[in-house]
């Protein structure tokens, strides 16, 4: 190699460092527009690369379209929504940076969070350092514990795991119980709530067996849940071991009843469990399909029609999100944070495409369905649980 | 004009560009990014004793940095210990675990090394996430105490970008006097030829044993910052890949270097995050940056400008750095 | 305890096949190929799209895979191994980490975030014997495993191109001096291995599922299997794949299925803390 070329090389990469780096500065402020007319920045932190793209994509879409939306029909008090996305990539350093990047850049006046728990807690100082509006996807139970700048979109782990242990135990009258989780904060998390629920309600958890995230065989699991004289499976996990779990129960022949966690009815989860997904319970958020509601019909054929694929819970609840955003904003009439936490505190009863909302305190949702996978469709409705 | 007067004139333009960094920055988000690069430096720096002078490839470098984090979050949520006390023990806790890896590590090299590495990380990752009794598990430590001196206690970005540069100097401090001992020369010596320098009477077992911890220490110290800093961590965050990151900062930056590795860090913090705008594509275009700097500037950037590391030893007036490859022979 | 054997056997070759893959590269230039799992994701993503989108017959989709990725092992080595070629390991190490990241978010982009299930020939047929259920895709993987075992002994040895890609592995000035062209051999060698990735990547997808994460975690696997084997050696590999698997299924079932991963990295070290050159490899000569 040339040294010249090498040198010429380098330079050009020092001087695209130098030159973003000097750029960086210039992008955040609205200079020239009148601040009356000046669009409102909300930002959100998703996953748009790594594997947890999946749930990443539902948010995203979700979110596009409640802006594009409010955008065509005027936007808040006269006011266009611009939407700033930034990576989380499915790690904590990156979801800081992004989060900083948002409040700091980019300016917003509001932020729709990062997918995992995790993410969450690590982002929760900036947030209350910051003062800024947060919506929260993250289920974890202890997550707004002292985070008053949070409000969450989804019902939290508690509730789920409490009404899975019910259903098991009350519902489909099985008292031993096999627990099989996914290791990260989710399953584990998910695994604690759900062991104290069944001995609350008088059972008895046999087996507690977990996963990692990458594992791709779950003989053994299932082998020893079903050794310990399990009668039903309740599954805390993410798309591609739920399925998994789900396919080698049918293939094994252990053919347990599974309870599994709100992915459990994700149409990528049912997608690659095939089959095998047909019986399968899942506790989770309510599903849009499920909702007689016209309104809620018609926005899933939109959304549907949109992106060639159908929504799920994270988009429901992403587009209500930005809905209730909206509203928070009209109704304190600024976009001032403090106005905007007090008004998101007075949602009651809010009819979204997925949950009803009513935020008493940041925990905005307080519905789970219990559903029966049916041809390949979380479709079946067993019962509703509100707290 | 005298040589030695332009010199120092560098060194002040050079402090003051340094020093004027968190003013300059448009906005807290910059200086974020500017701290957290200052403890990837420390890291980085550590990684270069075993890899760069030593020759040794170690992907342990993120399970070091994690056993520091852990050890101040530990001392601090659980047991309530100031930061001061617990900084250094996690400097220390992480140099045991570098003995603890170092010692089988003796008899391993090139390809069984760095698989040994990389499974101690994974093994370490593990202990962490579900260790729950312990370490909190994999929800991770939260509420860790920030930093306070004498009533003092740092809150902004810009007072944090201080208080680290004080600690990369003294980590800079520190590696070039080990360079410039006799230690940091029979790390040389083993690098070049393990058996020659066996011969001329080095202490291999010490020599290779001690820059593991030494590596690891400067890891752990900056887990420990890194921990306080940003009051939360979480399993997730140590984790091969992350080791990896580590490893290509000090690759780009220069092995073997004292530069390089600190040029390196504030490089691949820096990059990723310019390439935002990139959405879903940056990753991929990063990749490709990776193969196209290991294609063109292989023997890293120091040693692209500095030839046969004129720079360096410009700087410092010393004979310090070397232009080959590290690379000992697999 | 049979299932268990059998899922850890078919993992097991499943690592043994990523091995391979690395070995073979290994022993030829001494360079661990870190995007060797990506390259099963490719096979797998390419067989997948030819039999779910374009409809085509299943074995015609492997054989078009195993076909389209020997020309990209050919890309892949003119790009990322042949300019680098007299570069120290560890550089050439970093530029395959480099590939399998831009390889890994390029296929997310490509066929997007959403994992894909894509059956193999014998659909979801299970085998049952004496009350014992086995997958029959496991058995294939085990077979096709052995076959191509089987298939590149005779390749290497008694096969004019595989000598010369042996004889060029072994030493490559000596191979020069015999009139053997080196650099071709080495292309070979790159495109043999990732060839052997297809393969890998067809018969796992339906344990995998095909995202674009798949190869991540599985070439560390590979990897670790084929050091525990003793790195270079291909009985080494094989055998280190099949044990690996086996430990970790039998670790999940007997010992917790929370430390798995780490148990067999535990039993990888003190492996090599007592035969540091793996259970196959070559005796240390050198070394002080």
């Known amino acids: 190699m040339q040294r010249k070329t090498v040198k010429s090389f380098s330079l050009a990469i020092a001087t695209l460092l130098i030159v973003s780096l000097s750029g960086c500065g210039s992008n955040g402020s609205n200079s020239g527009v009148s601040a009356d007319k000046a669009p409102i920045r909300i930002g959100q932190a998703t996953a748009l690369t790594s594997e947890y793209t999946v749930v990443g994509q539902y948010l995203s879409n979700g979110t596009k379209m409640a802006v594009d939306e409010i955008n065509a029909a005027g936007g808040i008090s006269g006011r266009k929504i611009q939407l700033v996305q930034e990576d989380s990539a499915n790690t904590n350093p990156a979801a800081v940076n992004a989060i900083n990047k948002l409040i700091d850049s980019d300016n917003v006046v509001a932020i729709m969070g990062p997918d995992l728990s995790t993410q969450n ?25 002292g985070n008053s700048w949070f409000f969450r979109l989804r019902p939290d782990d508690g509730l789920a795991a409490k009404t899975a242990a019910k259903f098991a135990i009350e519902g489909l009258k099985k008292k031993k119980i096999g627990v099989t989780h996914d290791s990260d904060e989710f399953g584990v998390g998910g695994r604690d709530l759900i062991v104290k629920a069944v001995q609350d309600l008088g059972g008895t958890v046999v087996g507690e067996e977990s996963y990692n995230s990458n594992d791709k065989d779950l003989t053994a699991i299932l082998t020893n849940i079903k050794n310990k004289g399990a009668e039903v499976i309740i599954d805390w996990g993410h798309p591609s071991q739920s399925a998994t779990l789900q396919r080698q129960n049918k293939q094994l022949g252990i053919n347990l009843p599974i309870i599994g966690s709100p992915g459990m009815g994700m149409p990528a989860t049912i997608q690659l469990a095939g089959d095998a997904a047909n019986g399968t319970y899942v506790v989770g958020d309510p599903v849009p399909s499920l909702n007689p509601d016209p309104k809620v019909q018609a926005w899933v054929k939109k959304y549907t029609d949109l992106y060639k694929a159908a929504p799920d819970f994270h988009s429901a609840s992403a587009y209500d999100g930005i809905y209730m955003l909206k509203m928070a904003i009209e109704k304190a009439g600024s976009t001032d944070a403090t106005a905007i936490q007090k008004a998101l505190l007075t949602i009651k009863d809010y009819q979204g495409m997925g949950n009803t909302f009513t935020f008493t305190d940041g925990n905005g949702a307080h519905m789970v369905m219990i559903t029966q996978i049916e041809n390949g469709q979380n479709n079946k409705l067993i019962q509703t649980v509100k707290l | ?145 920030g930093i306070s001196l004498g009533g003092f206690t740092i809150s902004s970005a810009s007072q944090y970008y201080y208080f680290l540069l004080f600690f990369v100097v003294l980590s800079i401090l520190v590696t070039w006097s080990i360079e410039h001992s006799n230690l940091g020369r029979s790390f040389k010596a083993v690098r070049e030829d393990e058996i020659a320098a066996a011969t001329s009477g080095i202490n291999l077992t010490f020599t290779k044993v001690f820059s593991f911890a030494l590596s690891a220490f400067f890891a752990g110290i900056a887990g420990g910052l890194y921990a306080s800093m940003s009051a939360y961590i979480s399993p997730d965050t140590f984790s091969f890949d992350q080791s990896i990151v580590f490893f290509t900062m000090v690759l780009i930056g220069g092995a073997g270097t004292m530069l390089g ?61 070397r232009v080959e490859s590290p690379q000992k022979d697999l | 305890m049979i299932q268990l054997l059998i899922s850890g056997l078919a993992m097991g070759s499943i690592y043994a096949l990523v091995a391979l893959g690395i070995v073979v590269i290994a022993n030829a230039v001494n360079v661990v ?14 067989a997948a799209t030819l039999t779910l989108t374009l409809h085509l017959p299943i074995l015609a989709a492997y054989a078009i895979s195993i076909i389209l990725l020997a020309l990209y092992g050919y890309i892949f080595q003119k790009v990322a191994y042949y300019p680098l070629r007299k570069k120290p390991f560890i550089t050439v190490v970093v530029a395959t980490i480099g590939v399998s990241m831009f390889l890994k978010n390029a296929a997310r982009i490509v066929w997007g975030p959403q994992p894909i ?59 020069t001096l015999m009139g053997i062209k080196v650099s071709r051999m080495i292309a070979f060698t790159f495109i043999y291995s990732s060839m052997l990735a297809a393969a890998a990547g067809v018969l796992l997808a339906p344990i995998f599922y095909v995202s674009a994460d798949m190869g991540a975690n599985l070439g560390l696997k590979a990897f670790a299997a084929s050091i525990i084997g003793g790195f270079g050696s291909v009985p080494g590999a094989i055998l280190g794949g099949l044990f690996l698997g086996v430990l970790e299924i039998f670790a999940a079932a007997y010992v917790s299925s929370l430390y798995k991963d780490a148990f067999a990295f535990i039993v990888l070290i003190l492996i090599l803390a007592f035969m540091p050159r793996g259970l196959f490899g070559e005796k240390i000569s050198t070394k002080v």
Not at chain 2, 271 to 295: D, N, Q, S, T
Not at chain 3, 148 to 166: D, E, I, N
């Open chain 1, 121 to 145: 807690f690590a982002v929760a100082p900036i947030i209350n350092k910051a003062k800024i509006p947060f919506t929260v996807q993250g289920t974890n139970a202890k997550l707004l514990d």
């Open chain 2, 1 to 145: 004009m005298n040589k030695k007067v332009l010199r120092y004139l560098v060194f002040i333009l050079l402090a003051a560009v340094i020093l004027s960094i968190p003013g300059v920055m448009p906005n807290n988000y910059y200086r974020g990014l500017a701290n957290l690069s200052l403890i990837y430096v420390i890291v980085a720096l550590g990684l270069n004793f075993i890899y760069g002078y030593t020759g040794y490839i170690s992907f342990a470098q993120a399970a070091f940095f994690g056993i520091g984090a852990y050890t101040t979050a530990l001392l601090g949520v659980d047991h309530h210990i100031s930061f001061w006390l617990a900084l250094p023990l996690s400097g220390i806790m992480a140099s045991l675990f570098g003995v603890l890896i170092g010692i089988p590590s003796l008899k391993l090299t090139g390809h069984y090394l760095a698989m040994a590495t990389i499974g101690f990380g994974i093994i370490v990752q593990m202990l962490m996430q579900n260790w729950t009794s312990f370490t909190h598990g994999a929800t991770g430590v939260g509420n860790i105490p």
């Open chain 2, 261 to 321: 590795p600190v040029i390196g860090a504030i490089l691949l913090t820096f990059v990723p995050e310019l390439l935002r705008f990139m959405k879903e594509y940056y990753m991929a275009l990063f990749g490709i940056g990776i193969v196209l700097i290991m294609i063109f500037i292989p023997q890293g950037i120091v040693n692209v400008f500095a030839k046969d590391g004129q720079f360096a030893e410009w700087i410092t007036a010393k004979r310090t750095a």
């Open chain 3, 33 to 46: 190929n870190f995007a060797q799992g990506e390259n099963v994701m490719l096979g797998a993503y390419v």
């Open chain 3, 117 to 175: 299930y894509f059956a193999g020939p014998f659909g979801e047929s299970m085998i049952r014997v004496g009350g014992v259920s086995i997958n029959a895709q496991n058995i294939l993987i085990i077979v096709v495993t052995l076959a191509l075992v089987v298939f590149q002994h005779f390749f290497f040895a008694k096969t004019s191109l595989g000598r010369q890609m042996q004889a060029t592995a072994q030493d490559q000035e000596a191979a």
